[in-house]
């Protein structure tokens, strides 16, 4: 199966790639693509390590799981492909940054735009089988991911993090947030939105302010 990663991560992440506990995610991984149909397509498993690179990230949105629906998943979180519906967290997504900054909600959810620009949409689990979120949680992803995050927060600064909700932030513990900004809300699915929380958190100017504050480019999200 051949992946794309951009090789500023790919010096980075190696040590990772050697580890045991990645061999063998690699050979449940293989396995469950020769057998059962798992999404993002394969090319597109790293996708999120390749349309934003390791020095151009500035902003780290954390989701959990790929969607596990049909041509949903393209490797970024929350990001669906070209002609995809929007799901509901997306679209809240959206309504939240035309509240926030009067961006009219765009026709299409691939969120490729904010990756090329430096926004690393980093799921905790790169792969999951059709139609069962969660299926592969627990197989070495999320040590995998812990250890992207643990060397953005280290070797970098001025970063900003968005974690939303209770999962998000708790595998946000090993940010160093007395050099990058991180921003918590609840999570944009209706479920949580609805309760309060979301709406109105304005992560997304924000993030904006906090760039240009530090000289760096802001995100046209």
Request: net charge neutral; hydrophobic share 40%; charged share 20%.
């Amino acid at each position: 199966m051949k992946v794309a990663i951009a090789e500023s991560w790919q010096q980075r992440l190696q040590p990772e790639f050697d580890k045991p506990y990645f061999r063998e995610l690699a050979e449940f991984v293989r396995h469950e693509y020769s057998t059962q149909r798992v999404y993002p397509p394969g090319r597109l498993i790293f996708n999120a390590f390749d349309k934003c690179s390791f020095d151009d990230t500035r902003v780290v949105i954390l989701g959990q799981d790929p969607y596990h629906g049909e041509g949903q998943a393209n490797g970024l979180s929350f990001s669906v492909a070209d002609g995809v519906t929007k799901p509901p967290s997306l679209i809240n997504i959206f309504k939240e940054i035309q509240d926030d900054l009067g961006i009219p909600v765009p026709k299409s959810g691939n969120l490729e735009r904010w990756a090329v620009q430096g926004v690393l949409l980093l799921n905790a689990t790169l792969t999951v089988r059709a139609g069962q979120a969660g299926s592969h949680q627990g197989k070495g992803w999320e040590s995998f991911t812990d250890a992207a995050i643990k060397v953005l927060s280290e070797q970098k600064e001025h970063i900003v993090f968005m974690l939303w909700g209770a999962y998000a932030q708790k595998k946000g513990a090993v940010i160093d947030d007395s050099k990058h900004l991180v921003l918590k809300s609840k999570h944009p699915s209706p479920m949580a939105a609805q309760w309060g929380g979301w709406f109105g958190n304005k992560h997304f100017s924000q993030a904006n302010e906090y760039l240009r504050g530090h000289g760096l480019p802001e995100i046209a999200w």
